[in-house]
C-alpha cells in the first residue's frame, strides 16, 4: 500500500472542500467553520500505516457552564 504525501493530503482535503464550501480548510485533513459558539467539521483520520482515510464528522460546543450564584 501507498503511503499518502503531504501533497497527496492537500489534494484529498481540496476535494472534500469542493463538496463541502461551507467549510473552510483548517489544515490538511481538516475542514472547519464556525457558527457562533459552534464549531462544525470533517477530520480526515489517516490509518496508522497512513495508506487510507475515513470521514468522521464532529460538532463542539465552544460554549462554558455559567453558575448563577444566589
Known amino acids: 500500500m501507498n503511503k499518502f504525501s503531504a501533497s497527496d493530503k492537500k489534494k484529498i482535503t481540496k476535494d472534500w472542500q469542493v463538496l463541502?464550501?461551507?467549510?473552510?480548510i483548517y489544515k490538511p485533513m481538516h475542514l472547519l467553520?464556525?457558527?457562533?459558539?459552534i464549531l462544525v467539521g470533517i477530520a480526515l483520520e489517516t490509518d496508522s500505516g497512513n495508506s487510507y482515510y475515513k470521514p468522521l464528522f464532529h460538532v463542539h460546543n465552544?460554549?462554558?457552564e455559567f453558575l448563577l450564584l444566589a
Open 20 to 24: 463541502f464550501p461551507e467549510l473552510g
Open 33 to 37: 467553520n464556525r457558527l457562533g459558539p
Open 62 to 64: 465552544l460554549c462554558r
